[in-house]
């Protein structure tokens, strides 16, 4: 062929070369006529020191409302486009005005890119009016991630557009908590050969990371593992991906990269996420076995944290906070400057706020309101070391009775019951704590707890359980009790003390009652011959249950103990049905299912009868709730 040059090219490719239209810093304007599916596309070159772009169309054909699509977008080096473009579908009415605005970079080539709908009906031709306006307000600190340890910080906020006056109205708020996790365990192990071996037939490895962590309440949570979160095929791994589970090995959710889209709303519980990371070298995998997993709490709006900003360095230590509705026109090359100081997380649980945690949002610094939907800059407050809860302060004074952290109870004796706790079942180790601290009820407490948990509940152990509890409940004098609680008393320190003991007399009453139910069961199911004097009836067990509604609603109480009782009185009525509604709510109330909490209400639906219920536990949600292994990646 190179012998025949004169005969011409074998196949040509052709090339768009486009040259970008330097756009005018007081915008670019103009008029468009669109037939069905036509495509109007304009190319630009962001002005220097712009931020955000003003997008303005405008439908002039007369009584006409059409459907238009918009997409804007602009590359950066190293960086999805998704990150940098605005798609959205806008519908446009005559003679009224439509106002787009998104992010841009200075010095970069922009795609404004309009197009009407091709299902559109109606006349063949429109004409519309658009103009596009370069807008900048850029923040000059560096960075907006704070800590608690920080003190005061300063924030610039600078007009950096060239003819354009900008309104500014700072404002901010901490919609999510980031938790980071460490893995407890990490295992790399070969993948096989048949089903994952590489197209030289290479051996890959797959590290498996696993993540566990508690959830006091219910909430919405997005995972992320933020060092692959943004990239996929171009990623160096051949997978990243992971599955969470509850307690129980169920399979709850799983997601890969990109993790906005894998939101879930949790219940309260404990769980359990596994990490996947596969990649043919063994070493690489080997750096990432610590690897922190992170999860993106949404805060419920009462939880929100607002940040207050200051005018001055003087403000921000006194804590006078600047009017958040106060607004400040900036003209070009001009220039605000505000402070900010350590939040106060009042607001939030002190179980939510973990070391190394944050707090997550955006801050928006535009008075527009079309602006402050889309023009935000994400903001992070990094938690600092956790309060101290033994800081005590007295009275200026120094008396004592006004200072109300006073120790309740005797700290030697309650020091010796945490110690001893768990073997306080043990006779001879309550004796001797008896002994050198006789009379004293959190001690007969602890020893109930203690006996009460014991998994071998026999006659011999109810009884002494019902001795216990009777202890406790004679050592307090009901009437002077009662008249103590009917007395308004603000003294903190009173009022603690009367909150304990009720709940010591609740407690005991709910042991005593469940001991006693026990006792009763257990004589309905034997044949030997009971001792009638000694047997417990039902007589007994409804003075337990009419002395605990003298103190709380039994049937609505959420309280474990109450919970436990309810469900045991009611078995001993016969009353199945509310007996499955209590183990259903003791379910909730834990935040866990258990396998033998669910066969306990499988019996409750035996007894009533509810044959198709029965089945469809043991043969589904027993099975699929409890399932033996985790799934396989």
Known sequence: YQRRVHAGPLFTVPISAIIPTVAPSSGLSGEASFHQADIIRRFLVVPSGATWCKLRLELLTPDTKQRFWVHCIYLVDMQAYKRTEMHKVVALVSQQRKILTFKVEA???????????????????????????????????GDLCFSATDGIRRLTIANTSSNHVEDVQLSASFKNLVTPLRP???????????????????????????????????????????????????????????????SNKQYLLAGDAFPHQYAAKLPKGDYILKLQLCHPSFEVLEKFKDLTFTLVNKLPVSQQVSVPFYSTHLAAVRGQPRNASNQT?????????????????????????????CLQGNIMISSEECVKRSITYEIKYFFGPSPNSSN????????????????????????????????????????????????????????????????????????????????????????????????????????????????????????????????????????????????????????????????????????????????RYCRVLGLFAKASKGLLRQQESDGKTTRDSDSRIREMFLELGYNHLADHYIQCLIPNRYPPNFLLF
């Open 392 to 567: 005590k302060t007295t009275s200026n004074n120094g008396d004592a009775k006004n200072d109300k952290s006073i120790i309740i109870g005797d700290p030697i004796a309650d020091g010796m019951i945490a110690v001893y706790q768990k073997t306080l079942d043990n006779d001879d180790v309550y004796q001797k704590l008896e002994d050198e601290f006789p009379c004293y009820l959190p001690l007969t407490c602890a020893r109930l707890i203690a006996v009460d948990g014991s998994t071998n509940r026999t006659g011999e152990l109810l009884e002494k359980i019902v001795a216990i509890s009777d202890s406790i409940i004679r050592t307090i004098d009901i009437q002077e009790f009662r008249a103590s609680i009917a007395v308004r008393n603000n003294e903190h320190n009173i009022k603690k003390e009367l909150e304990t003991k009720k709940n010591q007399l609740i407690d005991a009453l709910c042991r005593k009652g469940c001991a006693v139910a026990d006792q009763i069961l257990d004589n309905r199911s034997t044949t030997v011959e009971q001792d009638i004097e000694r047997s417990p009836t039902l007589d007994d067990l409804d003075d337990i249950y009419y002395s605990l509604n003298q103190w709380i609603d039994v049937c609505d109480d959420g309280k474990p103990q109450v919970l436990t009782f309810f469900i």
């Open 107 to 141: 010095n970069v080539t922009l795609e404004v890119c309009i197009a009407r709908d091709w299902r559109a009906e109606g006349q063949s031709e429109l004409k519309i009016e658009y103009g596009i306006e370069f807008h900048g307000l850029a923040i000059d600190s």
């Open 184 to 246: 407890v365990e990490y295992k790399i192990i070969p993948l096989s050969m048949e089903r994952d071996s590489n197209y030289d037939n290479s051996l890959s490895y797959q590290l498996i990371l696993t993540y566990n962590f508690h959830k006091c309440r219910e909430m919405d949570i997005v995972p992320q593992c933020r060092i692959f979160s943004d990239c996929l095929y171009e990623s160096d791994f051949e997978s990243q991906l992971w599955i969470l589970y509850d």
């Open 329 to 357: 026109s900036l003209h070009p090359a001009r220039s605000l400057s505000v402070f900010t100081a350590p939040l106060s997380l009042d607001k939030m649980p002190k179980t939510l706020i973990t070391q190394g945690g």
